[in-house]
């Protein structure tokens, strides 16, 4: 009897074990000018504070689908110059609404070419954000030149928790309408400049939106989370903070697969409680 306790426990731990898992996807077929999400590279240094967080990551190769994002819990666009093609916009917003988390990390104007931010927007559009036309610039809040502005205009948000500022380089700011919320806006002298002007506390550079019973965020910076601005201002803390609520699953569907796994160990042990009984039975 004592061995089949061992066992069911066993089987209990593993089936925590990997629920808790966390698997992010980085996209590098659309990065193949310079890839910023490198988890080797530009990106170790968040990679590596996710990686202590409990969080895996792998490299994604080719075109999006509904077969190679099944498994990953977070799927990360790390600054994209090449464009998504219509089938993989479609496997994205699929599987954000059965339960995944996308991250989109755009730039200005200037430094995204028309197609690639045509077709991430085409794939925002189904969460009420749009990544704009513009660069962004705060003249008495920022950090060097006047394209690194600093952000201290925040939501109260899971994602902002224990933060004070963030810095961005080269932020696009982004359109939000309906269900999304803007996380990080400017303040009274904040402007965008570019094909789509804006100005005051209406720039927005950090967004998240749900839908079904997945999220997603976008920030209007590539290099917010890179090796060279991860460690200014909070933005560490924010990254953690970000990932952590894009990864929180406690209000999504149950995989099927533990919901199977649960019941086999539910039959299990519902057989051993019935072999004891049969036993004490026959003794007696």
């Known amino acids: ?47 590596q504070e996710l990686s202590a967080m409990g969080f895996n990551n792998k490299v994604l190769n080719e075109p999006f689908s509904q077969d190679n994002l099944k498994g990953s819990d977070i799927v990360v666009l790390w600054n994209p110059n090449n464009p998504l093609d219509d089938s993989e916009i479609t496997a994205l917003v699929k599987y954000v609404e059965g ?19 045509e077709s991430i927007n085409s794939l925002l559009e189904h969460f009420d954000i749009r990544i704009m036309k513009n660069g962004t610039d705060d003249p008495t809040n920022r950090k060097g030149c006047s394209c690194t502005p600093i952000i201290h205009n925040l939501s109260k ?7 004070n500022s963030i810095i961005l380089y080269k932020p696009a700011s982004l359109e939000i309408k309906n269900k999304a919320i803007a996380i990080a806006r400017g303040d009274n002298d904040t402007f965008s400049i570019g094909s789509e002007p804006i100005g005051g506390e209406n720039v927005i550079v950090v967004a998240v939106s749900q839908k079904g019973s997945g999220k997603v965020a976008v920030i209007g910076s590539s290099f917010i989370f890179d090796n060279g601005k991860i460690g200014d201002m909070d933005n560490k803390v924010f990254a953690k903070n970000l990932f952590t609520w894009l990864g929180d699953t406690s209000n999504q569907s149950i995989p099927s697969w533990a919901l199977y796994l649960s019941l086999v160990i539910i039959i299990f042990a519902a057989y051993i409680i019935y072999l004891k009984k049969k036993n004490t039975e026959k003794q007696d």
């Open 99 to 117: 339960g995944g988390s996308i991250l989109v990390l755009g730039s200005h104007e200037a430094d995204m070419i028309e197609p690639t931010r």
């Open 1 to 47: 009897m004592k061995k089949y306790v061992i066992a069911l426990i066993i089987l209990l731990l593993t089936l925590n074990l990997v629920s808790a898992e966390k698997t992010i996807l980085v996209d590098k077929y659309h990065d193949t000018d310079n890839w910023w999400g490198d988890p080797q590279g530009t990106g170790s240094i968040l990679f």
């Open 157 to 163: 948000h899971p994602t902002t928790e224990g933060i």
